[in-house]
């Protein structure tokens, strides 16, 4: 069974930095994707970042420059470093797993974690 659980997030004055970790456990075959999401209120969840087991990374023009994506996959673990934090970054975010490896895909989603960010 594949689970994600995160941890970190809360509340920063702008300027500020916060960090995500979201932990995989279960199976986790590669090739595999893990990304991280937000959703501001009355608006649509959007990517943040992803990152690949092959070690690609990508990110939302939004936050590029901004924040990093890591991953330890040694631990399972997905990390979200935010720099230079803006009140638009006010979000809950999810951490999210797809295992392509596996018929059919699995797709995970981490229990969100609200980011407020106060000017």
């Known amino acids: 069974q594949v689970q994600l659980v995160q941890s970190g997030g809360g509340l920063v004055q702008a300027g500020g930095s916060l960090r995500l970790s979201c932990l995989a456990s279960g199976s986790i075959l590669r090739p595999n994707t893990m990304a991280w999401y937000r959703q501001a209120p009355g608006k649509q969840r959007e990517l943040v970042a992803t990152s690949t087991s092959g070690g690609s990374t990508n990110y939302a023009d939004s936050v590029k420059g901004r924040f990093t994506i890591s991953r330890d996959n040694a631990k399972n673990t997905v990390y979200l470093q935010m720099n230079s934090l803006k009140p638009e970054d006010t979000a809950v975010y999810y951490c999210?797993?797809?295992?392509?490896?596996?018929?059919?895909?699995?797709?995970?989603w981490g229990q969100g974690t609200q980011v407020t960010v106060s000017s």
């Open positions: 999210n797993l797809v295992l392509f490896a596996t018929t059919p895909i699995i797709n995970r």
